[in-house]
């Protein structure tokens, strides 16, 4: 049976000026295995810096222009990977 599970989910920070190919792979074999695809993308207080050099809404416009049907959200970032996971479950 090939049922094609509902929801598949992306996570992370995408802090790129434009999506490379391996950003692309992942979402293209995200939506060819679900029916819809969320995004979530780290969100944190400190803007303009060299490890959040772009605030959420350039990069939800980034991954929508190419990705269009796809929903994105923000997910508040935190320093320790482990917390952030945990509250995203």
């Not at 999506?19 to 993308?41: E, N, Q, Y």
């Not at 796809?70 to 935190?78: A, E, I």
């Amino acid at each position: 049976m090939n049922k094609q599970i509902e929801y598949g989910v992306i996570v992370g920070r995408i802090q790129v000026p434009e999506l490379h190919p391996g950003h692309r792979k992942l979402f293209d074999a995200t939506a060819a295995r679900h029916k819809s695809v969320i995004v979530f993308l780290g969100q944190t207080k400190a803007k303009g810096t060299p490890e959040n050099p772009l605030e959420f809404i350039c990069r939800k416009q980034m991954i929508q222009e190419a990705y269009p049907h796809f929903m994105v959200v923000p997910l508040s970032d935190m320093a320790c990977n482990r917390r952030w996971v945990h509250t995203l479950d």
